[in-house]
């Protein structure tokens, strides 16, 4: 069986690995004429992890990627809300690691090119959209050609041709209020070199976790950090595009934060380059497959990045298909797929827009009045381990036992 993928990305690849590893033929199309390592940091949750080590790629993930012992949810005073470990110590069967995208991709992209070939994944090559029968699909390019397979995986992203030729009436991205500023800074380790921070509220958030594992060892931590600033009036929403390029004027809402262990206003002003991207979702879709096409990934589920679940499920995705595909090959396959991965991510979407874990953020900021009040008297433990056990059931990683 020949199924073809649209896009290149962390699903897509991973999809790709996972149907190789299966008996599947498999070709992969990207838009972009040259694949490079872009983007900032990431996420992989111990679930995900765990997909990717079954897939042999334990030892290189381990070599590039830091293995992040815990999530620390604190008040932009520097309150210690919760601790949420996420390593294998915790009980989990897989690191959650912290890693730059663009590492990432590039890992599953030689991984791809190793094991299925080096014509596996062809660039320059944008899915404009398909046309199908009871036998086969044909996949359309944006060039003319066209392309003959069994299956088409749309795994193309937020902007999917795929996802847009199946619901052609469907509205357009929602924006909750807040954009997002990234940036990355080399710098001396944060605390222990391997945690998490995630401090303030909904309308005003400092995210920081260290990417490299070769940083690491030499004594120095490559810092990723998200600006989170609430605004009604966004600069862009339609053609939300993640390479922007972000201005400064957002460094000043984060001028009364106080952390013992790092300046936030510092390590803003000192990164270099930034970019800025609307908090963007779409809304869940009732279904994802028609005949011989299905969608993956962000094509799927776009979500709010709450949780750092968005690369997660689409690897999570990826393993699916290819064991549904494997069980029953063809268009019920892609049904079965369906039917086990829609749930649970129009879950998490809709979680996502309540704040998922970081709910706790705006528990501690509605009764926190200032750097002198103890969270121990105005916050339950219960309460908090609470909202971080709720989440974890809805995203799917549970320590053993659990």
């Not at 090559?125 to 390019?141: P, Y």
């Not at 795994?155 to 990234?182: C, K, W």
């Not at 053609?239 to 004027?249: F, K, M, N, P, V």
Request: include cysteine.
């Amino acid at each position: 069986m020949n199924i073809a993928i649209a896009g290149a990305g962390i699903g897509g690849l991973t999809t790709a690995l996972c149907l190789h590893e299966m008996g599947f033929q498999v070709k992969v199309f990207e838009a972009v004429g040259t694949i490079r390592p872009l983007g900032v940091g990431i996420n992989l949750m111990p679930h995900a992890s765990e997909v990717l080590h079954r897939l042999g790629l334990a030892e290189v993930l381990q070599a590039v990627a830091v293995r992040t012992r815990c999530i620390e949810y604190r008040t932009k005073y520097g309150h210690l809300i919760q601790s949420d470990p996420r390593n294998v110590a915790a009980g989990f069967s897989a690191p959650q690691y912290s890693i730059h995208r663009g590492d990432l991709q590039m890992i599953l992209l030689d991984a791809a090119r190793e094991r299925l070939g080096a014509q596996t994944v062809e660039a320059g090559k944008s899915v404009a959209g398909f046309s199908q029968t009871s036998s086969g699909v044909t996949v359309q390019f944006d060039d003319g050609g066209t392309y003959v397979c069994d299956l088409l995986i749309g795994a193309d992203g937020l902007h999917s041709n795929v996802r847009r030729q199946l619901h052609p009436h469907e509205g357009p991205i929602n924006y909750e209020g807040t954009m997002m500023f990234r940036g990355a800074l080399e710098m001396d380790p944060i605390g222990d070199g391997r945690t998490m921070v995630i401090a303030g509220n909904h309308d005003v958030k400092f995210v920081t976790y260290p990417i490299s594992e070769k940083a690491r060892k030499q004594g120095r931590a490559l810092t990723n950090w998200v600006a989170e600033v609430r605004n009604s009036q966004p600069r862009h929403i339609y053609d939300a595009d993640w390479t922007r390029e972000g201005s400064r004027d957002f460094i000043q809402s984060f001028k009364d934060f106080q952390m013992n262990d790092m300046d936030v206003v510092d390590i803003l002003e000192k990164t270099e380059h930034v970019t800025e991207f609307p908090m963007v979702d779409r809304d869940p879709l009732s279904i994802w497959t028609s005949g011989r096409v299905t969608l993956l990934g962000d094509a799927a589920h776009p979500m709010y990045p709450i949780g750092a679940n968005g690369a997660s499920q689409a690897i999570l995705d990826g393993r699916c298909l290819a064991d549904r595909l494997a069980a029953n090959p063809g268009p019920q396959g892609l049904q079965d797929y369906e039917e086990m991965r829609l749930p649970v991510t129009t879950n998490i979407v809709l979680s996502n827009r309540q704040s998922g874990p970081e709910r706790v953020l705006d528990i501690a900021a509605a009764r926190v009045t200032g750097p002198h009040d103890r969270i121990e008297d105005l916050i339950t433990r219960e309460e908090l381990d609470e909202v971080a056990a709720s989440y974890r059931n809805v995203a799917g990683f549970q320590r053993k036992g659990k």
